[in-house]
Structure formats: structure tokens, C-alpha cells
């Protein structure tokens, strides 16, 4: 029989959790697609991210699904980051990533209305 191996999906961290989401009632939700360098980032500061539904991936999108608090902290902090690095030579991968966050946080709030 083959042993199962947990995808990183599959397993907690010690004292942690994959959806750290405020509390209380979600509300109206919206999915969410942030680039993996940011999403990578923001995750690991333990920021309200919303619940993640893809598996975690250096080269796809993680979706999210997200309240309208959790969007809004997903704004704020590719905001952020999206001018780190203009300006001189050339953007940095986080900043690039910044900015594509901020346009699909944009498109997400204007898809549900």
C-alpha cells in the first residue's frame, strides 16, 4: 500500500491556520486570484488573506476566497508594495506582482458589484 504524502495544502502549521479571516459573519465575498510572490508574502506576515482554495503554487495564481475586510487588506498592502522599486532601473518582482494584486483586488470588487 502506498503511503500518502500531505500536500502542503493539506497540512496546518503549529499554531496557525490557513484562513485567518476576521470575525464574524463574511458577508458578500468575492474569489480572488493574487500572482504567487505576492500571495507568498503576504501569507507568511499572517495578514488577513480569506480562506484559500487552490494549492499553493510557485507558478499559478492562489485563489482566495474573500470579505469585503479581507479584499480591502489585500488592497492596501499590494498598494503598498506596488512602488517599491519604480523609478530606477527596473521594478522589482515583488513591486510587478504588487501591481497585477491591486488591478485583480479591482476587477474582483467590480465583477460582484
Known amino acids: 500500500m502506498q503511503k500518502h504524502h500531505a500536500e502542503p495544502w493539506e497540512t496546518k502549521k503549529p499554531d496557525d491556520c490557513w484562513s485567518i479571516t476576521a470575525k464574524g459573519a463574511r458577508g458578500k465575498t468575492y474569489i480572488l486570484r493574487v500572482p504567487p510572490l505576492f500571495a507568498n508574502s503576504h501569507w507568511e506576515r499572517n495578514l488577513l488573506t480569506g480562506e484559500l482554495l487552490s494549492p499553493m503554487s510557485n507558478r499559478r495564481p492562489w485563489t482566495f476566497r474573500v470579505n469585503d475586510e479581507e479584499l480591502a487588506e489585500w488592497r492596501s498592502d499590494a498598494d503598498f ?5 519604480r523609478g530606477f532601473l527596473n521594478d522589482s518582482a515583488m513591486a510587478r506582482s504588487a501591481r497585477k494584486t491591486v488591478e485583480r483586488c479591482d476587477e474582483a470588487r467590480s465583477e460582484q458589484g
Open 81 to 85: 508594495y506596488s512602488f517599491q522599486g
